[in-house]
């Protein structure tokens, strides 16, 4: 680039921030600058295309085309030149427009065909805002120069769009981010919940697009980027000292972010930016603009990570420029709504319950933030695309997980249907606190005990609030996983103490850790497993290496201080695996009294998870002090349907003839040898489902603790050998599921 353009550039962009300095509206604003970008690139045309709506542009300003086109002219994304430009993202330049692709000539612009044309993308962070063009009558193609130039103008609209410097009369024009915008995603944790956006991560605002002093820029650029890889390399050193794979999937980002930040042509690009006249923080984000862009169109998944780990650093970089830290002063509103990209679950813990709902960009719904927001009992929506672009602090946004949809700025009657829902969902709650000191005991009088599932500190105070009978499942996992190293013996004895204590006397099944499968420690090994769901997991990762399960072990007897204790194994298989696991534990059991420590008496359950634990000897039913049914995996293996798998998992109900059989064949055998039975599946806490497993003689469930009300309201209101006939007659007739018949005899109620 050559001085001689370097000024022309600067001399442009000068007098465009004169322009956009000066009074007026919006539309004046947008005239004048149609005027001076012609002038200065010297073409006969000069248009600014803006969106009206998602699918359509409106030509907002003209210079050289018929003024009473303005606001006249629109065309669809995808439609003619400027469509394609506003589709694709992508730059068009030529010196033949007729006979380019997808041309159509719109006669209400003016008679004359003009054979040069360049239009460039108007966008910011990812977000389409318009296409900006010009045209020439002399049929010439842009020179990269001038294409150049004309994207570092399109990169000062649209931050003047994004700052409101255009707002006026009608759609086109409208401020930007006060629409109401609809999102649908996906249900991270049900339950609804409004309140008001508060980003995790608030957005830099870039105030001045445009610098005089080019030398001061680059200086400040220099600055920046100096401290930026020292900082780089600091969070690096600090990184170094860790160990397993969470580490190293840490130490790759990191090692992402130290190269761009040492990238020749990240920094290239972003000093010639400012060469021609923008500010640092404007190159900057120009440079994120056009990695956000990119980041849509490739579909690689490490490809999209890297441009991920740009995107981070770009905003460590603007931070640093501006002096906006995360903290940006952004209140947090009385009813938060938090707003993120992503989030890992310390973080959302620190935020606790105070939040009102949680809608991610990212996530899923085995992720550790899913696992908190359910222990919090937020409603989390998670795939909302792009809410973080559109989102501002204290925007008005009302999250439905029971749907997977959020509404950001609702208009009156969303609010109101809202409301409604919200209030009928508290009536609901109060109808459930009522009767949270009854027992669950139905119309022909079965007593079903209700207990909670757990895994977190911040499920304990749902064990007095819900009514639950203890704890049926601790999944002792969660506080591994939460974590970024190994948990120590006496930080998990003290968390153990912590959960007896807050169970005041009351039974907690602790089970012993579960991991593999979608459940990997962050600092462990990662095994490569071509299917890992029937791989190294659970209790046979503890058995095949005993230390973890007997330092857990331990901490669990330490905590229980002599008293009671109940221990579960999760995943046995066969009947081989519990006699071992219960070996280990006698041999701990030992080690202790002999190291003069109070040992409890210990209760030594089983899970049964996999379909031939239904069917071991007789002898194990014998053995066993209890069981418990996990449905989750259960179900997964009989149907042999990925619970995480979202086009299988729901293609099997619960209520499957098939299913419900083996439950009650599962009870009958427990019965013959009087063994405690209980299930603690997510089906558990769906009251249909729970119906129909006290149908087929189950009388223990573990469920969360929200699903507890709905539950026992409907069981006290049921009769169990009716719900039992009403199932054996659709087994007779040969149904599938006995879901339409129960259903149908409750509606018939
Ligand atoms: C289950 O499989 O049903 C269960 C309760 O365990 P998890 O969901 O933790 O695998
Ligand atoms: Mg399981």
Redesign the pocket.
């Known amino acids: 680039m050559t001085d001689s353009t370097k000024s022309k550039s600067r001399t442009l962009l000068g007098r465009l921030r004169e322009a956009l300095a000066g009074e007026g509206e919006g539309q004046e604003r947008l005239d004048r600058i149609t005027q001076i970008i012609a002038e200065s690139m010297e073409c006969e045309v000069c248009s600014i295309y803006l969106f009206r709506d998602d699918e359509t542009l409106e030509l907002c300003a003209t210079q050289g085309l018929n003024p009473e086109s303005v606001h006249q002219t629109r065309m669809r994304l995808g439609e003619g030149l400027v469509g394609r430009v506003a589709k694709t993202s992508h730059v068009v330049n030529t010196a033949d427009a007729p006979s380019s692709r997808g041309f159509r000539f719109m006669p209400e612009t003016g008679e004359e065909v003009f054979p040069s044309f360049l239009g460039v993308p108007i966008q910011r962070l990812g977000e389409r805002l318009g296409v900006l063009v010009v045209q020439s009558r002399e049929a010439r193609k842009f020179t990269d120069d001038e294409v150049y130039a004309l994207e570092v103008v399109a990169m000062v609209v649209a931050e003047m769009t994004e700052l409101g410097a255009f707002v006026g009369e009608g759609a086109a024009l409208s401020a930007r981010h006060q629409q109401p915008v609809l999102f649908r995603g996906g249900v991270g944790q049900e339950g609804a919940g409004m309140g008001h956006v508060y980003l995790h991560e608030p957005r830099v605002v870039v105030t001045n697009p445009i610098a005089d002093d080019p030398h001061a820029e680059l200086a400040r650029l220099h600055d920046a980027v100096d401290a930026l890889r020292v900082s780089v390399d600091e969070m690096l050193a600090t990184a170094g000292n860790g160990k397993g794979t969470g580490h190293k999937e840490q130490m790759q980002v990191l090692e992402t972010y130290r190269m761009f930040a040492n990238s020749k042509g990240w920094m290239r690009r972003m000093e010639e930016d400012i060469a021609r006249g923008l500010s640092a923080e404007a190159a900057v984000e120009k440079e994120q603009s056009a990695a956000r862009t990119r980041m849509g169109q490739v579909t690689d998944a490490y490809l999209r990570e890297r441009l991920h780990d740009l995107d981070d650093l770009s905003n460590r970089l603007l931070r640093i420029l501006t002096g906006q830290g995360n903290n940006t002063g952004a209140e947090m509103p009385d009813d938060p709504v938090l707003v993120a990209r992503n989030i890992g679950p310390a973080e959302l813990l620190e935020y606790g319950r105070k939040l009102r709902g949680i809608v991610l960009e990212e996530g899923s719904v085995g992720s550790h933030a899913a696992i908190v927001a359910r222990a919090l009992a937020i409603p989390l929506v998670i795939h909302a695309e792009r809410i973080t672009t559109e989102a501002l602090n204290g925007d008005p946004i009302m999250v439905d997980g029971d749907q997977g949809i959020v509404h950001l700025r609702p208009d009156e009657t969303v609010v109101e249907a809202f409301k409604d829902k919200i209030a009928m969902l508290a009536k609901e709650q109060e109808r459930y606190a009522s009767i949270r000191d009854e027992p669950a005991k139905t119309r022909d009088g079965k007593v079903i005990s209700l207990s909670m599932?757990a895994g977190l500190i911040a499920d304990l105070p749902s064990l007095e609030s819900s009514g639950a009978e203890g704890v049926g499942?601790f999944?002792t996992e969660l506080q591994f996983l939460i974590r970024n190293k190994m948990p120590k013996r006496a930080e998990l004895a003290a968390l153990y103490t912590r959960v007896i204590k807050a169970a005041k006397g009351q039974r907690v099944v602790f089970r012993t850790l579960?991991i593999g499968s979608d459940?990997v420690l962050p600092y462990m090994k990662p095994q490569d497993e071509p299917n890992p769901a029937l791989g190294w997991r659970a209790i046979r990762v503890g058995l095949d290496k005993p230390g973890v399960m007997r330092m857990q072990l331990q901490a669990l007897i330490r905590a229980s201080d002599g008293k009671p204790l109940t221990v579960m194994f999760?995943f046995i298989a066969q009947f081989n695996e519990y006699r071992a696991a219960r070996a280990l534990l006698e041999q701990v059991l030992k080690r202790e009294k002999r190291l003069g420590r109070p040992v409890p008496k210990v209760e030594v359950g089983a899970?049964l998870?996999t379909p031939s634990l239904a069917f071991a000897p007789r002898k194990f039913f014998e053995e066993v002090d209890f069981i418990s049914?996990?449905?989750?995996?259960?179900k997964q293996f009989f149907f042999a349907a990925d619970r995480e798998n979202e086009r299988v998992r729901k293609r099997y109900d619960t209520l499957n003839v098939s299913f419900l059989s083996l439950i009650e064949r599962i009870v009958e055998r427990c019965d013959e040898t009087g063994t405690p039975v209980s299930f603690?599946?997510?089906d558990a806490g769906r009251p249909v489902e729970a119906l129909c497993f006290a149908a087929m003689g189950l009388r223990a469930l573990s469920m969360r603790p929200a699903s507890i009300g709905p539950v026992k309201s409907l069981l006290r209101r049921a009769n169990l050998d009716q719900v039992k006939a009403v199932i054996d007659e659709a087994r007779a007739r040969g149904d599938q599921s006995v879901r339409p018949a129960v259903m149908g005899w409750l509606r018939g109620r």
Do not use: F, S, V
């Open positions: 599932n499942l999944r579960d459940k999760p899970m998870e049914i996990g449905g989750n995996d259960l603690c599946g997510e």
